[in-house]
Protein backbone atom coordinates (compact mmCIF):
# COMPACT_ATOMS: atom_id res chain seq x y z
CA UNK A 1 0.00 0.00 0.00
CA UNK A 2 1.52 3.27 -0.74
CA UNK A 3 0.64 6.82 0.83
CA UNK A 4 -3.42 7.37 1.15
CA UNK A 5 -3.83 11.45 1.01
CA UNK A 6 -6.71 13.20 2.31
CA UNK A 7 -7.92 16.53 0.56
CA UNK A 8 -10.51 18.60 2.82
CA UNK A 9 -10.92 21.04 5.87
CA UNK A 10 -8.36 21.67 8.41
CA UNK A 11 -10.77 20.33 10.93
CA UNK A 12 -10.89 16.72 9.35
CA UNK A 13 -6.69 16.83 10.45
CA UNK A 14 -6.69 16.44 13.77
CA UNK A 15 -7.05 13.01 13.96
CA UNK A 16 -7.15 10.45 17.46
CA UNK A 17 -4.16 8.29 17.12
CA UNK A 18 -1.95 10.39 14.17
CA UNK A 19 1.15 10.48 14.91
CA UNK A 20 4.67 11.70 13.65
CA UNK A 21 3.41 14.51 12.07
CA UNK A 22 4.90 17.27 10.59
CA UNK A 23 4.25 19.75 8.07
CA UNK A 24 6.04 20.01 4.72
CA UNK A 25 5.89 22.51 1.59
CA UNK A 26 6.34 20.42 -1.10
CA UNK A 27 7.23 22.40 -4.54
CA UNK A 28 5.18 21.82 -8.03
CA UNK A 29 5.91 22.86 -11.51
CA UNK A 30 2.31 23.35 -11.87
CA UNK A 31 2.83 26.60 -9.10
CA UNK A 32 1.99 26.78 -5.69
CA UNK A 33 -0.34 24.11 -3.88
CA UNK A 34 -3.23 25.27 -1.72
CA UNK A 35 -1.04 25.46 1.85
CA UNK A 36 2.02 23.18 3.10
CA UNK A 37 1.01 19.18 3.37
CA UNK A 38 0.58 17.55 7.20
CA UNK A 39 2.43 14.01 7.07
CA UNK A 40 1.54 11.35 9.70
CA UNK A 41 0.88 7.91 10.21
CA UNK A 42 -2.36 6.11 11.58
CA UNK A 43 -1.64 2.86 13.39
CA UNK A 44 1.74 2.46 10.93
CA UNK A 45 0.01 3.51 7.73
CA UNK A 46 1.60 7.05 5.88
CA UNK A 47 -1.28 9.65 5.36
CA UNK A 48 -0.84 12.89 3.88
CA UNK A 49 -3.27 15.90 4.50
CA UNK A 50 -4.01 18.95 2.16
CA UNK A 51 -5.75 21.92 3.03
CA UNK A 52 -7.85 22.51 0.14
CA UNK A 53 -8.62 26.15 0.96
CA UNK A 54 -5.57 26.73 2.83
CA UNK A 55 -5.59 26.54 6.80
CA UNK A 56 -6.79 29.75 7.11
CA UNK A 57 -9.32 29.38 4.39
CA UNK A 58 -8.31 32.14 2.57
CA UNK A 59 -8.36 30.55 -1.22
CA UNK A 60 -11.99 30.63 -3.01
CA UNK A 61 -12.66 27.47 -5.29
CA UNK A 62 -12.21 29.17 -8.63
CA UNK A 63 -8.46 30.35 -7.78
CA UNK A 64 -7.55 26.66 -6.15
CA UNK A 65 -4.18 26.03 -7.84
CA UNK A 66 -6.13 21.82 -8.62
CA UNK A 67 -2.82 20.98 -10.60
CA UNK A 68 -0.09 21.85 -8.11
CA UNK A 69 -2.11 19.92 -5.34
CA UNK A 70 -2.68 16.86 -7.20
CA UNK A 71 1.17 16.90 -8.78
CA UNK A 72 2.61 17.57 -4.99
CA UNK A 73 0.36 14.73 -3.76
CA UNK A 74 1.62 12.50 -6.50
CA UNK A 75 5.06 13.76 -5.95
CA UNK A 76 5.23 12.19 -2.09
CA UNK A 77 3.92 9.09 -3.30
CA UNK A 78 0.21 9.36 -3.01
CA UNK A 79 -1.70 6.67 -4.11
CA UNK A 80 -5.50 6.96 -3.34
CA UNK A 81 -7.02 10.18 -2.31
CA UNK A 82 -10.26 10.53 0.04
CA UNK A 83 -11.22 14.16 -0.87
CA UNK A 84 -13.75 15.24 1.64
CA UNK A 85 -16.00 18.34 1.01
CA UNK A 86 -18.94 20.48 2.10
CA UNK A 87 -22.46 20.24 -0.41
CA UNK A 88 -25.37 21.68 -0.75
CA UNK A 89 -28.51 18.31 -1.13
CA UNK A 90 -30.68 18.59 -3.88
CA UNK A 91 -33.10 15.46 -2.59
CA UNK A 92 -35.35 15.73 -0.16
CA UNK A 93 -33.80 12.47 1.85
CA UNK A 94 -29.88 13.89 1.57
CA UNK A 95 -30.55 15.70 4.70
CA UNK A 96 -27.80 18.19 6.62
CA UNK A 97 -25.46 16.00 8.54
CA UNK A 98 -25.65 13.24 6.09
CA UNK A 99 -22.78 11.91 4.06
CA UNK A 100 -22.79 10.65 0.41
CA UNK A 101 -19.81 8.40 -1.62
CA UNK A 102 -20.67 10.08 -4.72
CA UNK A 103 -20.02 8.60 -7.77
CA UNK A 104 -20.87 10.48 -11.00
CA UNK A 105 -19.88 13.78 -11.76
CA UNK A 106 -21.20 17.48 -13.67
CA UNK A 107 -18.84 19.79 -14.29
CA UNK A 108 -20.34 23.10 -15.16
CA UNK A 109 -17.28 25.07 -13.96
CA UNK A 110 -15.22 26.92 -16.48
CA UNK A 111 -12.35 29.23 -15.15
CA UNK A 112 -10.29 26.75 -13.83
CA UNK A 113 -7.04 24.81 -15.14
CA UNK A 114 -8.14 21.22 -16.16
CA UNK A 115 -5.72 19.34 -17.17
CA UNK A 116 -2.18 18.56 -16.72
CA UNK A 117 -1.38 18.10 -20.81
CA UNK A 118 -2.00 20.42 -23.41
CA UNK A 119 0.18 22.05 -25.87
CA UNK A 120 3.69 19.62 -26.20
CA UNK A 121 1.86 16.85 -25.33
CA UNK A 122 -1.56 15.59 -25.84
CA UNK A 123 -3.89 13.49 -23.56
CA UNK A 124 -7.33 11.88 -23.31
CA UNK A 125 -8.22 9.87 -20.57
CA UNK A 126 -11.61 8.48 -19.74
CA UNK A 127 -13.73 9.92 -17.33
CA UNK A 128 -16.78 7.90 -17.53
CA UNK A 129 -16.42 6.30 -14.37
CA UNK A 130 -14.54 9.10 -12.70
CA UNK A 131 -14.48 8.12 -9.36
CA UNK A 132 -12.70 4.79 -7.99
CA UNK A 133 -15.35 1.99 -7.29
CA UNK A 134 -12.85 0.12 -4.86
CA UNK A 135 -11.79 3.19 -3.04
CA UNK A 136 -15.26 4.44 -2.31
CA UNK A 137 -16.43 0.56 -1.33
CA UNK A 138 -13.95 0.98 1.30
CA UNK A 139 -14.90 4.26 2.76
CA UNK A 140 -18.83 2.89 2.80
CA UNK A 141 -17.54 -0.01 4.64
CA UNK A 142 -15.55 2.25 7.14
CA UNK A 143 -18.83 4.62 6.85
CA UNK A 144 -21.02 1.52 8.58
CA UNK A 145 -18.56 0.91 10.75
CA UNK A 146 -18.40 4.50 12.29
CA UNK A 147 -21.77 4.69 12.56
CA UNK A 148 -22.28 7.53 9.90
CA UNK A 149 -25.45 7.92 8.28
CA UNK A 150 -24.33 7.87 4.20
CA UNK A 151 -25.26 7.32 1.09
CA UNK A 152 -23.53 5.15 -1.64
CA UNK A 153 -23.65 6.22 -4.94
CA UNK A 154 -25.54 9.72 -6.36
CA UNK A 155 -24.21 12.63 -8.73
CA UNK A 156 -22.44 15.71 -7.37
CA UNK A 157 -22.69 18.86 -9.55
CA UNK A 158 -19.86 21.15 -9.22
CA UNK A 159 -20.32 24.51 -10.38
CA UNK A 160 -18.05 27.59 -10.12
CA UNK A 161 -19.37 29.86 -7.13
CA UNK A 162 -18.35 31.49 -5.48
CA UNK A 163 -21.90 32.75 -4.98
CA UNK A 164 -24.55 29.71 -4.47
CA UNK A 165 -27.03 28.82 -6.97
CA UNK A 166 -29.85 30.95 -8.06
CA UNK A 167 -33.40 29.20 -7.29
CA UNK A 168 -33.72 28.39 -11.25
CA UNK A 169 -30.42 26.79 -11.24
CA UNK A 170 -31.21 24.65 -8.52
CA UNK A 171 -34.24 23.53 -9.59
CA UNK A 172 -32.50 22.67 -13.22
CA UNK A 173 -29.70 20.69 -11.34
CA UNK A 174 -32.63 18.86 -9.42
CA UNK A 175 -34.18 17.99 -12.81
CA UNK A 176 -31.05 16.82 -14.26
CA UNK A 177 -31.25 13.45 -11.61
CA UNK A 178 -28.61 15.68 -9.74
CA UNK A 179 -28.15 14.64 -6.09
CA UNK A 180 -25.96 17.24 -4.32
CA UNK A 181 -23.91 20.19 -5.27
CA UNK A 182 -20.55 21.70 -4.82
CA UNK A 183 -17.63 23.72 -6.19
CA UNK A 184 -14.55 22.32 -5.37
CA UNK A 185 -14.29 18.27 -7.00
CA UNK A 186 -13.93 19.72 -10.59
CA UNK A 187 -11.28 19.21 -11.81
CA UNK A 188 -9.75 17.50 -9.15
CA UNK A 189 -10.97 13.98 -9.86
CA UNK A 190 -9.64 15.00 -13.62
CA UNK A 191 -6.72 15.81 -12.70
CA UNK A 192 -6.76 12.51 -10.12
CA UNK A 193 -7.33 10.69 -12.79
CA UNK A 194 -4.57 12.09 -15.39
CA UNK A 195 -2.15 11.36 -12.37
CA UNK A 196 -3.03 7.78 -11.74
CA UNK A 197 -3.99 8.39 -8.47
CA UNK A 198 -7.40 6.48 -6.95
CA UNK A 199 -9.92 9.05 -5.79
CA UNK A 200 -12.82 9.12 -4.36
CA UNK A 201 -15.68 12.15 -2.93
CA UNK A 202 -17.18 12.15 0.48
CA UNK A 203 -19.72 14.91 0.09
CA UNK A 204 -21.05 16.60 3.51
CA UNK A 205 -24.11 17.89 3.24
CA UNK A 206 -24.78 21.18 4.96
CA UNK A 207 -27.81 22.31 3.37
CA UNK A 208 -31.07 21.92 0.95
CA UNK A 209 -28.89 24.93 -1.30
CA UNK A 210 -31.94 27.12 -2.56
CA UNK A 211 -34.78 25.32 -3.83
CA UNK A 212 -36.07 23.50 -0.40
CA UNK A 213 -39.07 25.97 0.56
CA UNK A 214 -38.09 25.55 4.60
CA UNK A 215 -34.09 26.43 3.39
CA UNK A 216 -34.32 28.75 0.67
CA UNK A 217 -31.97 31.67 2.21
CA UNK A 218 -28.67 29.67 2.71
CA UNK A 219 -26.16 31.50 4.63
CA UNK A 220 -22.49 31.14 5.57
CA UNK A 221 -23.28 30.94 8.94
CA UNK A 222 -25.91 27.98 8.57
CA UNK A 223 -23.19 26.07 6.59
CA UNK A 224 -20.35 26.84 8.69
CA UNK A 225 -22.52 25.11 11.67
CA UNK A 226 -23.07 22.02 10.24
CA UNK A 227 -19.87 21.89 8.59
CA UNK A 228 -18.51 21.65 12.21
CA UNK A 229 -20.73 18.99 13.10
CA UNK A 230 -19.66 17.54 10.10
CA UNK A 231 -15.62 17.30 10.68
CA UNK A 232 -15.95 14.88 13.81
CA UNK A 233 -17.60 12.74 11.38
CA UNK A 234 -15.12 13.34 9.03
CA UNK A 235 -12.40 12.56 11.21
CA UNK A 236 -14.37 9.02 12.58
CA UNK A 237 -14.39 8.31 8.64
CA UNK A 238 -10.85 8.57 7.65
CA UNK A 239 -9.92 6.94 11.18
CA UNK A 240 -11.67 3.84 10.22
CA UNK A 241 -11.33 4.04 6.49
CA UNK A 242 -7.44 3.78 6.66
CA UNK A 243 -7.41 0.18 8.20
CA UNK A 244 -9.82 -0.73 5.26
CA UNK A 245 -7.47 0.87 2.35
CA UNK A 246 -3.91 -0.17 4.19
CA UNK A 247 -4.94 -3.99 4.30
CA UNK A 248 -6.14 -4.14 0.64
CA UNK A 249 -3.78 -6.44 -1.11
CA UNK A 250 -4.98 -5.69 -4.66
CA UNK A 251 -5.02 -1.63 -4.94
CA UNK A 252 -1.66 -2.36 -7.24
CA UNK A 253 -4.68 -3.93 -9.70
CA UNK A 254 -6.65 -1.42 -9.81
CA UNK A 255 -7.39 0.61 -12.97
CA UNK A 256 -7.12 3.90 -11.90
CA UNK A 257 -3.61 3.32 -11.53
CA UNK A 258 -2.92 2.29 -15.45
CA UNK A 259 -5.17 5.59 -16.98
CA UNK A 260 -2.58 6.91 -18.99
CA UNK A 261 -1.87 3.60 -20.66
CA UNK A 262 -3.22 4.34 -23.93
CA UNK A 263 -3.79 8.11 -23.37
CA UNK A 264 -1.04 10.02 -24.55
CA UNK A 265 -1.62 10.93 -27.95
CA UNK A 266 1.41 13.51 -29.24
CA UNK A 267 4.51 10.77 -30.74
CA UNK A 268 7.67 10.71 -28.50
CA UNK A 269 9.81 13.21 -31.48
CA UNK A 270 6.83 15.35 -31.62
CA UNK A 271 6.51 16.28 -27.49
CA UNK A 272 7.86 19.80 -26.28
CA UNK A 273 10.67 18.65 -24.14
CA UNK A 274 9.59 21.68 -21.62
CA UNK A 275 5.45 20.06 -20.75
CA UNK A 276 7.70 16.81 -20.73
CA UNK A 277 9.42 18.18 -17.73
CA UNK A 278 6.49 19.26 -15.75
CA UNK A 279 4.92 15.68 -16.11
CA UNK A 280 7.83 14.02 -14.62
CA UNK A 281 5.55 12.80 -11.77
CA UNK A 282 2.31 12.94 -13.11
CA UNK A 283 2.83 10.70 -16.39
CA UNK A 284 6.54 10.11 -15.35
CA UNK A 285 5.34 6.05 -15.35
CA UNK A 286 4.15 6.08 -19.53
CA UNK A 287 6.54 8.69 -20.56
CA UNK A 288 9.52 6.35 -19.38
CA UNK A 289 8.08 3.45 -21.42
CA UNK A 290 7.85 5.63 -25.28
Known sequence: MGIIGIIGGSGVYNIDGLTNTHWRKVQSPFGEPSDEM???ELNGQPVVFLPRHGR????PPSDINYRANIDALKRVGVTDIISVGAVGSLRENLRPGMF????????????????FFGNGCVAHVSM???VC????DHIAAAAKQAGIDTVRGGTYLVMEGPQFSTLAESEMYRSWQCDVIGMTNMPEAKLAREAEICYATVAMVTDYDCWHPD????????????LMENADRARSLVRHAVPHLAGDHHAAECSCRSA???????????RDPEAIAQLDAVAGRVLALS
Request: zero cysteines; aromatic letters at 6%; hydrophobic letters at 45%.
Open 215 to 226: HDHVTVSQVITV
Open 56 to 59: AHLV
Open 133 to 136: KRLG
Open 260 to 270: LEHAIITPPQA
Open 128 to 130: AHP
Open 38 to 40: LFG
Open 100 to 115: VIVDQFIDRTFARNKS
